[in-house]
């Protein structure tokens, strides 16, 4: 078994928690409609991973929206009201200044449009200090996971460090189990990320050097 040499963290419920609860409920607030219509205009599949995968921009989509909820909006408040949903995942901020302490190479791999992804950039200078490079949006790259697209992606982009990188030397950890295995489908290690002594079991037996433990 060749060793894990890179590591790609998943954003949302992995590198920080989100509420899409919060979200329906913000943006209803602002719109004066029920949260159950801003999930239905939201969450539409076709324009929702459009927008994702950036075949769409944020004016067309948030357009969309408006046009759904048959209101007018303004886009600022909009675009607030659908942000303001993250918080740090404390737990696993050991592994990953760990990590980063050691020069370990990682990154980001992460199913996100634009502007959830420029408002984390400034929400959380912290964790993104923590990870400088190799940072994947799907809208910016236009694939996502779990298709092998966004894969030889994130692979092409981690050998920008590594040359020699093979896709059994990188790890991805990801909340959703689809993307798991598409990941471990294209050739990378990957670990479901349910918890986060789970994590450290699992990332114990891939030799992923972890950080010590609060004595108890």
């Not at 921009?57 to 948030?62: A, L, P, T, V």
């Not at 940072?135 to 694939?143: D, E, F, K, M």
């Not at 030889?152 to 990801?174: C, F, G, H, S």
């Amino acid at each position: 078994m060749q060793p894990v040499r890179f590591v790609y963290f998943d954003l949302g419920n992995v590198l920080l928690k989100f509420s899409v609860r919060r979200l329906l409920h913000q943006v209803a607030e602002l719109a004066e409609v029920p949260d159950a219509a801003v999930k239905e205009a939201f969450f539409d599949d076709r324009k929702y991973m459009a927008y994702e995968m950036g075949q769409i921009d944020g004016i067309e989509y948030f357009a969309h929206i408006c046009r759904q909820l048959g209101k007018t909006i303004p886009s600022d408040e909009l675009i607030a009201a659908a942000s303001d949903i993250f918080w740090v995942n404390d737990p696993i901020l050991p592994l990953l200044r760990h990590l980063a302490n050691l020069l370990f190479p990682r990154g980001i791999l992460s199913n996100t449009g634009p502007h959830h992804w420029m408002y984390i950039q400034t929400a959380f200078p912290k964790i993104m200090a923590l990870i400088p490079s190799h940072r994947i949006a799907s809208y910016a790259v236009h694939a996502m996971k779990p298709y092998p697209e966004i894969y030889k992606i994130a692979l092409d982009e981690a050998r920008r460090e590594i040359p020699d990188l093979t896709p059994e030397q990188v790890l991805l950890i990801d909340d959703l189990e689809e993307n798991v295995a598409g990941a471990r489908q294209f050739g990378f290690r990957a670990v479901h990320y349910t918890g986060d002594d789970a994590l450290r079991g699992e990332l114990r037996a891939l030799e992923v050097p972890l950080p010590e433990e609060n004595p108890s």
